[in-house]
Nanobody, 124 residues
Framework: QVQLVESGGGLVQAGDSLRLSCAAS????????MGWFRQAPGKEREFVAR????????YYADSVKGRFTISRDNAKNTVYLQMNSLKPEDTAVYYC?????????????????WGQGTQVTVSS
């Protein structure tokens, strides 16, 4: 079993930055790709970013490319999402997830462990 706990969400103004963290416990996730997803009210959960198990490759949704950066510290079993130049449309609950593979996926069904989510609200 893997437990994932997100932190770092909050209320910020447009243009501000936030850094989300996802701490894993239980079984190690160092051999798994990790991803961040988000879900806004009334919308489906959508892919934000993913990072391969080694951290050598990262992938982003077009909507966040150039503004968000995903990273990981396998020694700490932690994944991060640095979010810069935040926009009101980034408002959502952000979820961390552990992939079933080393490469990861943009699809939610490619992940079998999920955190409880952390709220990010960006005011205009």
């Amino acid at each position: 079993q893997v437990q994932l706990v997100e932190s770092g969400g909050g209320l910020v103004q447009a243009g501000d930055s936030l850094r989300l963290s996802c701490a894993a416990s239980g079984r190690t996730v160092s051999r798994r790709a990790m991803g961040w997803f988000r879900q806004a009210p009334g919308k489906e959960r959508e892919f934000v970013a993913r990072i391969t198990w080694s951290g050598s490759m990262t992938y982003y949704a077009d909507s966040v490319k150039g503004r968000f950066t995903i990273s990981r510290d396998n020694a700490k079993n932690t994944v991060y999402l640095q979010m810069n130049s935040l926009k009101p449309e980034d408002t959502a609950v952000y979820y961390c997830a552990a992939s079933t593979t080393q490469a990861g996926s943009v699809m939610a069904y490619g992940y079998d462990y999920w955190g409880q989510g952390t709220q990010v609200t960006v005011s205009s």
